[in-house]
């Protein structure tokens, strides 16, 4: 029975192929011109979309190397303090007897740095005495204080840090409690 279907189908798919249409001499022509057009269209799509890709891939290989190269001048500046500690530390190494001398140098070290990061948008979490916040605080340790109300940071153990007013790293702290 199958085989009857098929065979019924393929003759009405003859019969299909074996019709003839009449057009007019201006309905040939435009269908012409029409074939001609999606032929072109088809084509202007093809290269396109061809660009397309290339543009997505170029701005992906522009990107990667955005981020590869992004801290080239944050990295220079950074190699500047750098030499100034490996300095500071030949300079105690050769045992130099000015400690108050050795010790203005780290700190104008240290205010190089902070002056640096502060350039580059990194400031320091106001911690101390403050309420807790955990989107800025870590508690490490709760401390009963009976002189301080609850939640209060009574001691910043480790700086926190805003990056443009994003937190970089929250500040580890021991809170009151009662």
């Known amino acids: 029975m199958m085989n009857n279907n098929k065979e019924g189908q393929e003759k009405k798919e003859e019969k299909v192929e074996e019709k003839t249409v009449t057009l007019t001499q201006e309905e040939y022509l435009r269908l012409k011109q029409d074939s001609e057009k999606a032929k072109e269209y088809w084509d202007k799509i093809l290269r396109l979309q061809a660009d397309f890709d290339n543009i997505r891939k170029r701005s992906e ?76 605080h870590e508690a490490l340790m709760q401390v009963e204080d009976k002189n301080m109300p609850e939640h209060t940071v009574l001691e910043e153990m480790q700086k926190g840090y805003l990056l443009n007013d994003r937190v970089l790293r929250t500040s580890k702290v021991k809170v009151s409690k009662k």
């Not at 981020?67 to 190699?79: D, Q, R, S, T, Y």
């Not at 303090?81 to 007897?97: G, N, T």
């Not at 002056?115 to 320091?124: D, I, N, S, T």
């Open 61 to 136: 290989r522009e990107k990667q190397e955005f981020v590869k190269f992004a801290n080239e001048g944050l990295i220079a500046e950074l190699l500047n303090i750098l030499d100034d500690l490996e300095r500071a530390v030949e300079l105690a190494e050769s045992k130099h007897q000015d400690l108050p001398v050795f010790l203005k140098g780290i700190e104008m070290i240290l205010a190089h740095l902070y002056e640096m990061l502060k350039e580059h948008g990194v400031k320091p979490i106001d911690a101390q005495g403050k309420i807790f916040d955990p989107h800025f």
